[in-house]
């Protein structure tokens, strides 16, 4: 039946690439299938473009916090287009140009682990050539987006956004601290200057900092040569901190020396070996610690109407092929560049 | 020319309390002063009730993490009526009842050093007979309460209304977990109870236990027998765990695994040997960890609106009367009973 | 097919009450279908109690601002069982007691036309047997309820809970002014003293008075011997007004002249005859004026919560059985009484 | 006494600028008085510059809604430098630049009669050499800043800033309508793009329309050509309509019919001829409808932090030497040009 219908965009199998938890790059694989079709609700999407994020490489090593379905097929991130939809689909068309939801049934409010279902995690993932999800699992593309590009935002875009706007809320001219370059630090940077915020970022080297610099950073420190940066993120603030601090590298403690009184730190990650928190620092901080879980649908709705009205583009790195998807695994696993990890699937 | 003001009621010294920083308890002196004049904008404070905090006692200590001036009067807490207002004080009358807002200069928003001067620290307290005290740095006390109600509420009771509204908001029918049977717990059970909430709460006794639940708490767990309680809450919720907890006892890794994810752990004082809390039991919980520095004045009077609204009645454990100040101070350091300690220059 | 199913739980014909826009009382039919299966995510709700809302006057009268479908099955409001559960349905079991949520596909955030689909609108109401219902369309019903108090939800208190606190939301000790003792305004007096505020009503009989003060109310004003009570409204309020007006009846201008400047007025419905709003009055007042259209489904929920934790019991005053439905319209044509009209399948 | 004090800074007379209430440009008189000196919570500021509102016009018009003192120093806004404090000042030093807030006693929340005291209304205004303001009644300029452009900032940016933000509040990438280019839809177009919105707005000449394209209008329309210009609102968001409005012109229902279901129009002033609103408009509209009294000292501080940050820069028409105000009076009665009449000392 599924296959009578499909004849109508005229393929019959899909390759996709599948992932093992815990069993490293090797247990990468690539199958075939049949396409699947869209049940009543659902949509069948092309996709054409994914990221890689580092959900993917904690899932390889066996250290992911939710669960992982056996043999899944891999990536959070994907773009494409609707290619066919189910007979009770009302609020998608074929044509619309799309991302997958991660947590397909997390729409808005306190994140619950009754919604904690995730492409690529629990869930099969996107790194395939077709995948049916829900119709409400999926939101428009920015229009000035390529595919590629706005395969990078589901997991780090969306992480970086709900940081910034989802707890106590970021005001222009308020202080933002980034650490590093990777995914989440980049976004937040880029859409803390689009809120009108002033950033300092931190970076492992001169070129990096180059790079922030361009990127919008009104200030960056280079961490290597300033371990101890809470200190000189205190000079550049005239002593008072920043307001907000992103944290993706578990340093949380040097975190809450940053941070002004009252300000808010928001953890994003650093699965493995963050410092215990001293708790009497973090009382005479009196700044709020906040772990973030990615974000939920109205958070990368929201982010997709800044996104387009800044006309803001992400940063990518390198650019795969699909059939090299391989390659940019094991590019990604030995620390990749300064920007997003893309597989292209018309490349 | 205060004095040919004084005369207009006829007193013209009084008595006050000092302590000194670190100096325990043998450093409480009392002394007898003239009594001040206000400013042009400042108000005449007739005391006549006051309560004792943790605050008084961690100064005696020596463990108190804002500056405290040299010789002061002590005690943040105290309720009494205006008896003289300087020429240009325009919202506040002689004769009306009112309570000190320890923070003075806190108005509302983000906490922040620069309004830090608080009353029985950097300033002098209000265990004297008469404080001057600016206009703006007074409330009313909610029609039903007597003075001796009134006075337990400055510290504890903004700390807990704080602690319940400051963050993410606490919406009828939620749960919230309190700690014993300290100041600031007590208020939180009222205030939760108020708002419309369920109340777990925790006790080192079955005789409290039976006070608490007079009080309103839905559950009560001793956590002398259970001192891993967090399990307990989690079965008392269907697994899900408490939406807030506040926390007064520093014990935050065990609050974490009470609460259902993407709930608020409020975290009062607990200055002294707080473990450290786990980064990853943090960022797995996806619970917001909140430290709590009393609160504004806007805190204070929407939590006395509350207190009318709902005939709230503090619960005051033992009255002394001022002149046997020492004796409470010694009742408190050895433990106390359940409820404020209140002096009452009337008894 | 669904035959086949239908078997599964015995019975394969259901009646239904059918209305047609504009037809009157008169166009109300009641037909016979065969029970539908639900799809892969729907459910099948044994229908226990309706009640009935202006919304089914208005209907009948052909003057509601939304498309009505033709010859639809009535009611916005309904109670009951799941009996089916579509393959694919994982958050709602067999057994579960439920209420339909009107608005369908309103979950959160600002109302919008392409969510208007409705119940007993645009959709078939619940005044049916059997209905079938998106499994995010329904939400349990609070455990101290029946299927009768249950049925008065959807439409009013959810209207009432929206007004109260989907704007600037309502402090404890705020004062809320409600108007005469339809369904909307009994709900918004019955929340509006379970979120902690004082309320001030209007009434046109001591009758009714009396009713209103046994809900709670602080004061009540006979509008009939004071046509004109927003200045008696302001002397209950020491001159300040009230906080939130939930305005039922349209008297928008009076609404506004007794509110405190900076208070709200929530508008809701009178599609007749409001006078027009004089403009310089609605600046000079300094008051929000919000229209209220229902409320989303994430209000249903935490209404739901507010109403379990507080033991709410709505107001009903009369019961009809099923086979008396036009009795019970006839009823409410005719004015009704004080309190929810309801229809029970059970009696 | 303030004689021998004034001493210090070497002035002991200073002009100013008078009006009276409904006493036409004739009633402009410049008057000599001594320097006043600050009392002890006051700071004495140099003003360097002014500038004009339509408060102005109003009060020489005898409309105005709030108290205006006979023959007050004319205006409300005014930069300058503080030249000397009074003994208790503590949050501002000699030297800074400052701003004075309109409403010296309105610092947050929701606008109340008690804190309705203005500058240049029911207290003396800024028209004048030296004016003593409470230390809490000033707030700083941002850095970028000529004190002729701080001046045009505490009545209409506030206002503008308000309408923008102190309501549902704006996200990136939602759009906004401002109508015509008054002081405040100049800043409410600039602050709405720097906030990440787009924006249409309405002209009443091709000449004005370039302007507000320069300026960051993402589409135009001539109100002239138009005057139902929310059909064509509409057309330009694909039917969907704006989601706020700043309407500064009365014309709310045109406004209703030009936004969004669910969205706002912000209502600033118009205290003549608007029309009464169309309460069945209001309703089927679902758009909040919230009059705009300025703004909270709160708002003028985080505005500034936004200016800052965005280095953005106010849209002045003329300057005016301090010698000349009557001719700036003049010229503001005349029609004005294009952006805020200023008045400088320094001219």
Redesign the interface.
Known sequence: MGGGWAHGWGVETMKSYHIQYGGGLESLRLREHPVPAP???EVLVRIWANSLSSRELNILRGRY?LPVADDIIAASDGAGEVVAVGA?VD?VQVGDRVMGVVFQRW????????HADQLGGSLDGLLTEYAVLDQDGVVPIPGQLTYEEAATLPCVAVTAWNALVG?QGL????HVLTLGSGGVSLFALQFAK?????VIATAGSDEKAARLTELGADAVINHNLTPDWAKQVRELTDGRGVDHVVDVA?S?NESLRAT????EVA?V???GG???????L??????????I?LGHK?HFQ?M???????DLRPVIDRVFPFDETPAAFRYYLDGGGFGKIVISHAA
């Open positions: 049940g009543p609700t916090p009770e609020r729409f808005d409010g306190r994140f619950d682990l009754a707890g005001a222009p001219g308020e689009l809120l009108g915020a002033r578990g949380l002004a009184t009252g300000g953890f990650g650093s699965l963050a410092d215990p928190i001293d708790a009497r973090l009382f005479t901080s009196s700044v709020t610690l906040r772990p879980a109205a929201s997709n109407e800044a996104i387009a009205a800044a």
